[in-house]
């Protein structure tokens, strides 16, 4: 019969007692140096030894509980242990598995860990399907783009090919435009002569044809001057340059663009009809605005208009007739012929001038 000392198995219950439990790690119990060798000090040494494997298994787990995968191999020799070992490497495995499918791998399959592998397959195959079903609608999603960016820019151009370029982005950027008033503005209008004994003859196919033949390189006319096309009434045209943008050369390019259209009408070859234009060109303040809600029109108005209206009326065919301040802005750089003034109102009497050539 061995007799124990009580303190002895004070500290065995001690220690089994906090694994039971789980309060705190167990510490290695310590034994005297001149404590006998005897069976005693072997269960010591076996418990002692099991309390260090287990402090070790508890830092494996509490780790795997965390998240942390890589740390050092157990070295108990427990089944338990080799248990846990194995599923730590399972488990590094199947998160190499995720990073792969989060990388857009979708093939990645695990043939382990039972339910979970099938549960964790059938995710995979839904996330596959899932990314498919988003890129399908990614490329759908540029396609729309692709096109809405096309009907944009047509929409644009078909607003600058009816509103000026600043009217156009104050639309844009504040949904609205302002009048404004323009102090310095040349003013260009024409109208084909004798257009409707001319054209009652004509077949409206053919009418239309002639005028947006004509019409189209009045425009590119005037862009190349810097002028900008107001509108078109019936044959008359009306443009302007000096306005919404200010432009110093505003008599030059209204000029210059007359010349030309002029030119044009002299040397086009092959039209249906021979026609001839009269132009009427005057100088001074013009008020602009968009006109309108459901279809915008951007209009001019003031005596300004009027007065290069009554220009082109008392011009003569195939001339340009300028009026007086329109002259007196560019005498020196053109040659013109005087011309007998006209009366308007209030007895008021404009000289004019046939403009013929720079």
Not at 30 to 56: A, G, H, W
Not at 69 to 89: G, I, P, T
Not at 336 to 341: M, N, Q, V
Request: glycine residues 4%.
């Amino acid at each position: 019969m061995i007799t124990v000392q009580e303190e002895i198995i004070d500290k065995i219950t001690g220690s089994i007692y906090h694994v039971l439990n789980g309060k705190k790690r167990p510490v290695p119990l310590e034994l005297p140096d001149d404590y006998p060798d005897n069976e005693i000090r072997q269960v010591i040494t076996y418990i002692n030894r099991f309390i260090s494997e287990y402090n070790e298994f508890a830092g494996f787990m509490s780790s795997m509980a965390r998240g942390e995968l890589d740390f050092s191999e157990l070295n108990s020799k427990m089944e338990v242990a080799q248990s846990f070992k194995h599923l730590r490497s399972n488990l590094k495995h199947l998160t190499w598995k995720t990073q792969r499918i989060a990388d857009g791998d979708f093939s990645q399959a695990v043939d382990f860990m039972g339910d979970f592998s099938t549960a964790f397959n059938n995710m995979t195959q839904q996330l596959k399907a899932a990314f498919k079903k988003i890129e399908s609608q990614n490329e759908e999603l540029k396609k729309a783009h692709k096109i809405i960016s096309i009907e944009k820019a047509k929409s644009e151009q078909l607003l600058l090919n009816t509103l000026p370029l600043k009217v156009v982005e104050d639309l844009k950027q504040y949904g609205k435009t302002e009048p404004q008033v323009f102090e310095d503005v040349t003013v260009y209008f024409s109208d084909i002569v004798d257009f409707t004994s001319s054209s009652s003859n004509v077949e409206p196919k053919i009418l239309i044809s002639e005028l947006n033949e004509i019409f189209t390189a009045f425009d590119e006319i005037m862009t190349e001057n810097h002028c900008e096309r107001i509108k078109t009434i019936g044959d008359a045209y009306l443009a302007v340059c000096g306005m919404p943008a200010p432009d110093p050369d505003h008599a030059r390019n209204i000029q210059n663009a007359a010349l030309e259209i002029r030119n044009y009408f002299l040397n086009r070859q092959n039209a249906a009809i021979d026609w001839e234009i009269r132009i009427g060109i005057h100088t001074g303040k013009v008020v602009g605005g968009v006109v309108g809600i459901k279809k915008y029109i951007y209009d001019v108005f003031g005596e300004t208009i009027n007065t290069a209206s009554r220009m082109e009326s008392n011009s003569e065919p195939m001339k340009i007739n300028v009026s007086e301040i329109t002259h007196r802005i560019t005498r020196d750089d053109y040659h013109y012929i005087e011309r007998e003034p006209f009366e308007v109102k209030g007895n008021c009497h404009i000289k004019m001038y046939f403009l013929e050539r720079l």
